[in-house]
């Protein structure tokens, strides 16, 4: 069926996940606690961020777009008085291997195949207006193979991510906005949206009051059919701009990365520690599918 904006969508529902466990294996938990950082939120903005260097709270509140600054603020820059960014990147790239390793991912022909493939799709990935892509593309390289698929997943995924916002940006839906969105099209439940990213009632009915002038949200905050409209949009334009992350393979090559780590993210779903419901949203339906159907 040819490159179409669809494969870069079932690349992503694959990539991220792997990426995922960083946020929620208990490796990586342990890692970031044992920095001595308090609580998961300063260990995210840490461990997140620390491919910028100690940058201010507002720079990362910008890049990470759907967060408040006063959330960032919590977490930064008193975690570099605990740990130091380097230290962060280190504790992140290791946990995620000891996560990825206890998940039944081992250094095998196959693991070797689609990190290499990964990382030459994530290392020559367009770098235009995408910041916090850079940012991890200027990293040293691990020798280890698991460590470098895992690398070149945060990559395709943080690239994809810069894609995103600007797309965001682009239509006048601002972070906090984009949260509301996302609930109303089904992606993420409303309630997991508004505890990890900070609502109370209030502030999330100012959002959809914002979203409903528009002519985006109904007066039950559903969608109307210009925000399913727009909502469908966004998604399209982003898959479509993520499509780039994949030029640097041939199609004989996109399909062998496909056929290697469609398995390996059976791997992490089948860990549980990745749960169904995240604010990212991902389908895993497709999962039993390891072809990119290219032919």
């Excluded at 070149?152 to 906090?176: C, F, K, N, S, W």
Aim: proline share 5%.
């Amino acid at each position: 069926m040819g490159r179409t904006p669809s494969l870069a969508r079932r690349f992503f529902e694959r990539f991220e996940l792997v990426h995922g466990v960083t946020y929620f294996a208990p490796e990586c938990r342990s890692a970031l606690d044992g920095l001595g950082y308090r609580g998961f939120w300063m260990g995210y903005m840490a461990a997140r961020s620390a491919p910028l260097g100690q940058v201010p709270a507002d720079v990362v509140a910008a890049m990470f777009y759907n967060f408040t600054t006063a959330r960032v603020a919590k977490a930064l820059p008193a975690a570099w008085q605990i740990a130091d960014p380097a230290a962060a990147l280190a504790a992140r790239l290791d946990s995620a291997v000891a996560a990825l390793r206890r998940s039944g991912v081992i250094d095998d022909e196959a693991t070797r195949t689609a990190a290499d493939l990964a990382a030459k799709a994530a290392r020559t990935a367009p770098l235009d207006g995408r910041p916090l892509y850079a940012a991890n593309r200027a990293l040293d390289w691990p020798d280890d193979p698991i460590a470098q698929l895992w690398q070149a997943v945060t990559l395709l995924r943080e690239q994809r991510g810069d894609a995103h916002v600007a797309i965001l940006l682009g239509e006048g839906i601002t972070g906090r906005q984009s949260n509301v969105l996302h609930a109303a099209a089904g992606r993420t439940p409303r309630e997991m949206l508004m505890r990890s990213r900070d609502y109370d009632d209030e502030q999330w009915e100012h959002y959809s009051d914002e979203l409903r002038a528009r002519g985006l949200l109904d007066g039950s905050g559903e969608l109307t059919e210009a925000g399913r409209r727009l909502k469908q949009a966004i998604e399209d334009r982003t898959d479509a701009a993520a499509l780039s992350a994949l030029d640097g393979l041939t199609d004989a090559e996109v399909e062998t990365l496909f056929q290697t780590l469609t398995p390996i993210t059976r791997q992490v779903v089948a860990a549980g520690d990745v749960p169904a419901a995240t604010p990212m949203g991902l389908r895993r339906d497709d999962l039993t599918d390891g072809s990119a159907h290219l032919g």
